[in-house]
């Protein structure tokens, strides 16, 4: 990113600290340079355009932020920037590819599990997380794992069915074992 | 031979169709307000009051102007000079832009940063130094009419006290009289708590004036792009033409995105000033602290009746706490909303309401909250009400609500305060409610239980909401009658596009307006496509609130519809080479009547409007409906929840909860559902856990989703729905009614009448919304009510 000050004839524009990152986003490496009291949602927002990660709450509440973190889903709305560096980061943008949906943003259309849509990539991030290490979740598993995510249009019920859905469909494409 | 298209097949009306919008939404490529980056784009931030009550003895924001990036401050002071300081209310009264002589509720606008990016604005406002002087403060309407109370208002000329406005309707005298001849008079009194619909998106804007063309693009976050272009027109003094609104995806609504907020018009001023785009977004703190509230309403009430239990007559007082300005979104007429559609569902010959509104020292701008004009405290009322009088006769509580329900022959129906419903089905919305439940297994149950121990409760509510805002005789905003409208335009492929003065934000408008023009039409509703929210496009409309989307523009849009189809008719009669008189419609197709395999497709007739017209005919196929509906919708629901009570820590837990509604016909009964479930989990919410409140000094308890309770996947209980009754509307183009809010304002009161239930034998009548666990345990251990004034905590 690059910021543009007002020459004031003084020093201002070398007093705000910057760090250089690196990181992986969607499979994609980048570098950034970042003040260091960026929130990691708004370098994804605002630097990346990837503005598919909402910002909804500001307390690590509503969970609309949530993107994965090396796996882990995390509300990006409560790390810093700085330490995403060496880190790889999902969001949803980097769930289809070009000529096909990942099963679980199929499970919210088919299942009506969205209105507005405006928590719905942060709760299928927080769904991924799930049904990455949990391929056969009872209804409870996917409640819990949501508990983290609010949603204020659909009551909750088609968006748990959803995720087991989702949860279906990947293991039937998951190989015999 | 052309033949006539299946009607689900091409996603009619009854077509469970998947969303259209949801292929972006589920991709993360929504289109949100502050997804938008606008070249040279600004940011902006607000300083708010930490304070109730203050005069505001100086504003010092040089430090803020000394940061590198900050490219304006703007205080009350600037505003003023611009005569912006203060702007219009849709209720005809007045609200602070930016505060100049006082602060008057915690959260108000102050003064605004506009700076290169977000966290520099934020800097600068926190290097803005205030002083405040602080004053005595009023946090309901109890404190706000006491002797000695200071006056809130003191900037309004004729406004000696806190009183907004005293409102009553209905037959006083009436009502009197069967007071006097009643067996047994019952009573209830309580509080509906201050809450807040909080979509998870805040809301934001982005104003882009042009200096060179004079014109100014304003992206928002609003549920009615025409009301918002109107009101700028007049605040800011611009030509309506040169004032255009786009509303883009919209993160959720529920009624707090109707209003006009400070922030708007301050990003507003700001684009003019600085010639560049200017966004504002609020953080979730501004929005639940300074926007669109609901609710904060104490009402109270008796019930005349006869020993049988035939209701004879109502009388009901509301004082409502309207915040520091009468800023509330709702009719001209009436002053207290819809508050008079209470008990339109029974048969009651005679009713009295008075009401009264006053201000106090908190946020401003009571809106509806997932209902039409505060019909929510109504039903919420009256379904208590019924339950108390129930008891009190000692008679069943599906009984006694059946013996009194408007009979399905009573239909037109003129309700105690005026109303006229015209359809409906109750009685058998309550069997089907109270075969889904069980109920004559669930009462013995609960008595099996009650001998161990167990507190089992069963809660039943109805509820028959005025939906669908007008008809323009009654329902008018600042003056302007409540229509809405469609533009529907036929390409010549016979592909189509619809636009309507609505706004959808979660509604699903994209899928269900296109399956509205598949059925009037026959074109495969894939194969039209929905556009709503900028004004420069769209026909004027009211907006999207009230339910009145499906009751008012989507009858619109089968208006319109109708108006391609008879001109169609007249292409096709052309085409066949017939007269008109001799042409059939069925779905997709005209034919000969008297050789129905002589025919051509609504696709061919889109054609020909363009290639082959007969001479003298327009060319082209579109058409604009302007719809003024003839009544409002009355759909009706039954929702019964049975629940726990915890006897050691007052938490309880919902056993089952069933929901009847009766909505008319279902255009797409997935989302129809989707509706349903959204609105159920409100009602839970409000019942279990979601208020705001204050302290004694003002302080807004509640304005964070930390200390404002909002339920998550896993406390919200399931639902069981049914959808057998259905009434058509009988005035409505295609037989709908409104859907949207139903189950959020019947809902609360089956989740408080369960529990209220479960108590039996305690002698708790009620226990205000939220049912918290603490004050459960408190009812039913010191066996009294927990009503009234929500809890005012002091320092002391």
């Not at chain 1, 599990?113 to 405006?118: A, P, T, V, Y």
């Not at chain 2, 508050?339 to 339109?344: K, P, T, V």
């Not at chain 2, 909505?663 to 255009?667: N, S």
């Given at each position: 990113m690059t910021m543009v000050y007002e020459d004031r004839g003084d020093d201002t524009a070398q007093d705000v600290p910057v760090r250089r990152i690196k990181f992986t986003i969607n499979g994609d490496k980048k570098i950034a340079e970042v003040e260091p009291r960026l929130l990691l949602a708004h370098l994804i927002r605002y630097g990346l355009r990837l503005t598919g990660t909402h910002t909804g709450c500001d307390t690590t509440n509503c969970g609309a932020c949530t993107v994965l973190v090396d796996g882990q889903a995390v509300k990006s709305c409560t790390m810093l920037a700085v330490q995403a560096d060496g880190h790889e980061i999902q969001t949803v943008e980097g769930l289809a590819t070009p000529s096909e949906l990942h099963p679980l943003q199929e499970g919210f259309k088919e299942e009506h599990?969205?209105?507005?849509?405006?928590c719905t990539p942060g709760m299928m991030m927080a769904a991924k997380a799930l049904l990455d290490r949990d391929l056969n979740p009872s209804e409870e598993d996917v409640r819990w794992a949501l508990s983290g995510n609010l949603c204020r249009c659909t009551g909750y019920q088609n968006i748990v069915k959803s995720v087991l859905w989702a949860a279906e469909k990947l293991r039937s494409q998951a190989p015999a074992e | 031979m052309s033949q006539a298209v299946d009607e689900i097949k091409i996603g009619g009306i009854g077509a469970s169709r998947k969303r259209v919008e949801d292929n972006r939404f589920i991709r993360g490529k929504g289109n949100y307000t502050d997804d938008i980056v606008l070249p040279g784009m600004l940011h902006m931030e607000i300083l708010r009051s930490p304070l109730a009550h203050a005069r505001i003895k100086s504003i010092d924001a040089s430090k803020a102007w000394d940061i590198p990036g900050v490219h304006l401050v703007l205080t009350g002071e600037m505003m003023a000079t611009r005569n912006l300081a203060w702007m219009p209310t849709l209720s005809y009264d007045t609200q602070a832009v930016l505060a100049t002589d006082k602060v008057r509720f915690q959260g108000q606008e102050v003064a605004c940063v506009i700076a290169d990016d977000p966290y520099i604005a934020k800097d600068a406002c926190e290097a803005i130094v205030v002083d405040y002087e602080p004053l005595p403060v009023i946090v309901n309407p109890m404190q706000a009419v006491a002797a000695g109370a200071p006056v809130i208002r003191d900037d309004k000329e004729n406004q000696p006290d806190n009183v907004i406005y005293d409102w009553e309707v209905g037959d006083s005298a009436g009502t009197a009289h069967a007071f006097a001849a009643a067996d047994l008079v019952s009573k209830l009194e309580l509080h509906y708590p201050r809450s807040h619909p909080s979509p998870i998106e805040c809301c934001g804007s982005i104003a882009d004036f042009n200096r060179a063309t004079s014109k100014l693009t304003v992206y928002m976050t609003t549920q009615a792009p025409h009301i918002i272009r109107a009101a700028v027109a007049m605040v800011a003094e611009l030509p309506e033409h040169m004032i255009r609104i786009i509303s883009p995806d919209i993160g959720g609504g529920f009624g707090n995105k109707v209003p006009v907020y400070p922030g708007y018009v301050c990003s507003i001023l700001a684009s003019i000033l600085l010639e560049r785009p200017v966004k504002w977004i609020e953080d979730k703190s501004g929005n639940l602290i300074s926007t669109g509230f609901a609710r904060d309403v104490y009402l109270k009430g008796e019930m005349a009746l006869r020993r049988d239990g035939k209701i004879l007559a109502v009388r009901m007082h509301t004082d409502a706490d309207h915040g520091a300005f009468f800023s509330d979104a709702q009719p001209s007429k009436f002053k207290i909303g819809l508050?008079?559609?209470?008990?339109?569902a029974y048969d009651i010959p005679a009713a009295h309401l008075t009401a009264r509104g006053t201000y106090s020292n908190k946020a401003p701008g009571g809106v509806a909250y997932r209902c039409s004009f505060r019909v929510t405290e109504a039903m919420f009322f009256q379904e208590r009400m019924m339950q108390a009088a129930a008891d009190d006769l000692g008679m069943d509580q599906a009984e006694f609500r059946r013996m009194n329900f408007v009979p399905d022959d009573a239909f037109p129906h003129r309700t105690p305060f005026g109303f006229l419903t015209d359809s409906g089905q109750y009685a058998k919305c309550l069997d089907v409610g109270l075969k889904a439940i069980d109920y004559e297994n669930f009462r013995q149950q609960q008595e099996e239980a009650r001998s161990r121990g167990r507190l089992l409760g069963l809660g039943i509510s109805t509820m028959t909401e005025p939906l669908?805002?007008?008809?323009?005789r009654e329902y008018d905003i600042l003056g302007i009658k409540m229509f809405d409208s469609a533009e529907l335009k036929v390409h010549m492929t016979g592909k189509a596009i619809v636009r309507t003065g609505a706004r959808t934000q979660g509604q699903g408008h994209e899928t269900t307006w296109a399956q509205i023009v598949a059925h009037e039409l026959g074109i495969p509703a894939e194969d039209v496509v929905v556009e709503e929210g900028d004004t420069d496009t769209a026909p004027f409309g009211m907006g999207t609130y009230a339910s009145r989307s499906t009751p008012v523009a989507g009858a619109a849009v089968a208006m319109v519809a109708r108006k391609i189809r008879a001109k169609a008719r007249k292409l096709a009669a052309h085409l066949l080479e017939v007269s008109e008189e001799d042409i059939e419609w069925e779905l997709g197709r005209f034919y000969v009547r008297s050789a129905p395999d002589r025919g051509v497709t609504i696709q061919e007739c889109a054609i020909a409007a363009y290639a082959n017209m007969p001479d003298g005919m327009e060319p082209g196929l579109d058409a604009t409906a302007y719809y003024d509906p003839p009544n409002l919708t009355w759909p009706f629901a039954v929702y019964i929840v049975t629940v726990e009570v915890d006897p050691q820590t007052g938490v309880w837990d919902v056993l089952n909860m069933v929901a009847v509604d009766d909505?008319?016909?279902?255009?797409n009964p997935m989302i129809v559902e989707g509706q349903i479930m959204g609105g159920l989990t409100e009602a839970y919410a409000m019942s279990n856990m979601q208020f705001i409140t204050f302290d004694a000094?003002?302080?807004?308890?509640?304005?964070?989703y930390m200390d404002y309770l909002l339920p998550t996947a896993w406390e919200t209980p399931g639902f069981e729905l049914h959808s057998e009754v259905v009434t058509p509307c009988p005035h409505h183009p295609i037989g709908a009614k409104g859907i949207g809010e139903c189950a959020a304002v019947g809902g609360p009161a089956a989740f408080v009448n369960a529990v209220i239930d479960a108590l039996s034998g305690t002698g708790v009548r009620n226990i205000d919304m939220p049912l918290l666990p603490d004050r459960v345990w408190e009812a039913m251990t010191y066996r009294r009510d927990i009503s009234g004034a929500p809890p005012v905590r002091s320092d002391d």
């Open positions: 599990g969205l209105q507005c849509g405006f | 508050m008079h559609s209470a008990f339109a669908g805002a007008g008809n323009s909505c008319g016909v279902r255009i000094d003002g302080n807004c308890v509640g304005a964070n």
